[in-house]
């Protein structure tokens, strides 16, 4: 490059040299000078084409001529406000950024350290800051007798449209470059020609391995025919978008979105093809998971809410068409919170994946079975010719649910289900009816004893409503005065006499009558309204017993039922002291009966709880005992001071040897851990030979006495009759 440059220097010098040796020259005869005249001409035409334009520069006199041949381009474009031929006052001046670098190659040339001077720099030919970017080239042609330089000659050309050229090809390979998308430049055979680094980093394929090659070295083994008839598409075809499976370098297979665009030539002839890909293999993996997510449980794998309502959907659409019923069944498993807070959630887990299984099988691929979240499970049956298939269909899967869940390490655990079956379009017209219908149903199997199935009737919203209006009423119970409580005495077998008192709560409606604890209570506990209630019950029990107290019964105890919501939401040991101090109670005589669910729910937190009531002084009893879930390991944890036997076994005590056998241990067991065993529930003096036989502590029951007001209650705490021998009344 540097010798070219040398080369076309020393010709455009030469020129100049010609130029100026003719117009110094004296005026030839007529023969030459029209020789001479065609001779200028010659070059006259060859600076024009050159490009190029001469200046002479006088050192000592700082003085610059610019010399062009006459008719040829101006250089007004360039220099417009100067005249050629002329010398020139001042220098064009240069730009600040580069006069630096203008004058130290000057300097070098004038040195004598280069042999040419050449510089790319801007000046404002017009001074007005419009600034060009020029070439000068030049060498010193004349020095003194010191041989120092006092004249320069060179040529200049205006490089302004070049430079910004070469910047934006400069900016356009840079962009290239930090693309994150492969670009590929390809020859009309479908030839690699340029491969950008996003290419080489998506494909494995560098530039010197892809150059030359066709695009077909990319293609899925898979599906190589389509890519084949693709490209043989793309030949007339100038824009494609789409996406297509290719292989790396390594065989692995890359799902790439493909922008296809043909660039022609002037004369509309496809010269080549600028492909640019990107791979969305990781995006359309994330796709479809967002997908799974959205409409299927993360757990069990079966479809959610959103993809079950969809289904019911389509399904009702087909039952339209060809008269079949749909069934939709509510499933829910028995006392699954007992399994969670006593095992942990965990093992809870695992047991609603095998249960889900266990469904899956019964009802078959056919049908839809989706988890709605908890234990609720919800199953769709389709083209149904009777309505007796629904309900069969929900007796197999309860009974196939008499058999053992299986999950993990050979475990295994007995669950059971209650099942609430809507009909379309018997029931229902729409989804979310359907749905709710089941639901309703579902509760009602609940309430009719678990394990087992119903049919949804309109009956059923009724008790609903009744159910929701029940809720609102107990709101204001304690407003209104409607609570009351009961007692029911406890006996000692060992002191053959009452020794205790159970205060049980009881509500008089004025809107709807006496109402059972059994519905009312599990309403306040849903709705909260327990946490009020039961701080009410725990006051009057107290208040009665102090009454009682005063009339000389100090060495009675009297026992209070908490909820699992006291435990959990409610400031229990506070609530307690507080009451105690109000009262004048001491603490030795209260007792609180918990249930066994109640306490494995959240055990840690609740066995901390129970151990803060017990040191005030409290007594703590174990309700409806055998029910739950709890092991010896937390038995053992808990300040507890009594058990009562669940009235389940007491029941047919002296008929089953089984509940003799779980009795008997259970009365055991607690005398193991120094604790006092009461069986609750005792109606026969078989129940009541068999307990004394086995040395249980204290009965409770209507052999005993039934509950009774407070006046009654304390008229037998006085006489404190025999089991048997009490005649309320």
């Not at 010709?11 to 010609?18: G, R």
């Not at 009744?466 to 006996?491: F, I």
Request: one cysteine or more; proline letters at 4%.
């Amino acid at each position: 490059m540097k010798l070219l440059l040398i080369i076309e220097t020393a010709v455009l010098l030469l020129l100049l040299a010609l130029l100026l040796r003719r117009r110094n020259r004296p005026a030839p005869p007529d023969a030459a000078s029209s020789i001479d005249r065609e001779r200028d001409e010659h070059l006259k035409l060859a600076l024009w084409g050159s490009g190029e334009h001469f200046w002479d520069y006088d050192l000592k006199l700082s003085r610059l001529t610019l010399i062009q041949p006459d008719d040829s381009p101006t250089l007004a474009h360039m220099l417009p406000s100067i005249h050629f031929d002329q010398s020139l006052n001042q220098l064009p001046p240069v730009h600040p950024q580069d006069e630096a670098l203008v004058e130290r190659r000057l300097h070098d040339h004038l040195q004598g350290r280069t042999d040419l001077f050449i510089s790319e720099h801007r000046i404002d030919p017009q001074n007005n800051g419009n600034w060009i970017w020029v070439r000068a080239r030049g060498r010193v042609v004349e020095r003194d007798q010191d041989n120092h330089a006092v004249r320069m000659a060179g040529t200049v050309r205006d490089i302004t449209a070049n430079r910004h050229a070469d910047a934006e090809r400069r900016i356009a390979s840079e962009v290239l470059r930090s693309m994150s998308e492969a670009v590929a430049v390809l020859d009309q055979d479908f030839r690699f020609v340029a491969v950008n680094p996003a290419f080489t980093r998506i494909t494995g394929y560098s530039d010197m391995e892809a150059l030359g090659k066709p695009i077909a070295i990319l293609d899925s083994e898979h599906d190589r025919e389509h890519q084949e008839r693709s490209r043989q598409d793309l030949a007339d075809r100038p824009q494609w978008q789409g996406n297509v499976w290719m292989a790396n370098r390594n065989g692995q297979e890359i799902l790439c979105h493909i922008k296809h665009n043909a660039v022609f030539d002037s004369n509309g002839k496809c010269s080549f093809r600028v492909v640019v890909l990107s791979d969305i293999t990781e995006q359309k993996r994330a796709e479809q998971e967002l997908r799974y997510l959205a409409n299927y449980d993360a757990l069990t794998g079966l479809p959610n809410r959103s993809l079950l309502a969809e289904r019911l959907a389509e399904a009702i659409l087909a039952a339209r068409q060809d008269g079949s019923y749909i069934a939709v069944l509510f499933l829910d498993l028995d006392r699954f919170k007992d399994v969670n807070d006593s095992l942990g959630h965990a093992v809870g887990d695992r047991v609603l994946h095998a249960a889900a299984e266990r469904v899956q099988q019964m009802i078959g691929s056919q049908h839809t079975v989706a988890r709605l979240g908890g234990d609720e499970f919800t199953v769709i049956l389709e083209h149904l010719k009777s309505r007796e298939e629904a309900t069969g269909t929900a007796q197999r899967v309860i009974e196939a649910f008499s058999k053992p869940l299986f999950f993990g390490d050979h475990r295994e655990i007995s669950v059971s289900i209650s099942i609430g079956i809507s009909l379309y379009p018997d029931h229902a017209q729409i989804p979310t009816d359907l749905l709710n219908h089941a639901d309703t149903a579902m509760y009602h199997a609940k309430s009719a004893g678990r394990r087992t199935w119903q049919l949804y009737s309109p009956q059923m919203d009724e008790t609903t409503q009744h159910r929701a209006t029940l809720a609102n009423s107990l709101r204001r119970v304690l407003e209104r005065d409607e609570l009351k409580l009961v007692y029911q005495p406890r006996y000692s077998l060992v002191r053959q006499r009452a020794v205790s008192v159970e205060a049980l709560l009881r509500w008089r409606s004025d809107e709807f009558g006496d109402v059972s604890p059994q519905q009312f209570i599990q309403l306040a506990e849903s709705t909260g309204s327990i946490l009020d209630i039961g701080e009410w019950a725990l006051r009057q029990a107290c208040l009665t017993l102090r009454r009682w107290q005063q009339l000389g019964l100090n060495d009675f105890n009297i026992s209070v039922n908490v909820s699992a919501v006291q435990l959990q939401r409610g400031d229990l040991p506070g609530t307690i002291e507080r009451i105690l101090g109000e009262t004048g109670v001491p603490a030795r005589n209260l007792e609180l009966e918990l249930t066994e669910s109640a306490v494995m729910a959240n055990f840690e937190r609740n066995a901390s709880i129970l151990s803060a009531c017990r040191e005030i002084g409290t007594r703590l009893s174990i309700d409806d005992f055998g029910t739950g879930y709890s092991s010896l390991a937390y038995l053992k944890r808990l300040p507890i001071t009594a058990l009562k036997i669940d009235r389940a076994f007491i029941g047919d005590l002296i008929r089953d040897p089984d509940d003799e056998a779980i009795t008997t241990a259970i009365i055991n067991m607690g005398h193991a851990l120094a604790l006092t065993v009461i069986a609750e529930g005792v109606e026969s003096f078989g129940q009541l030979r068999f307990l004394q036989n086995r040395r249980c502590d204290e009965v409770q029951g209507y052999l005993v006495s039934p509950p009774q007001e407070e006046a009654r209650c304390l008229e037998y705490l006085i006489r404190s009759p025999k089991p048997g021998e009490y005649r309320p009344g």
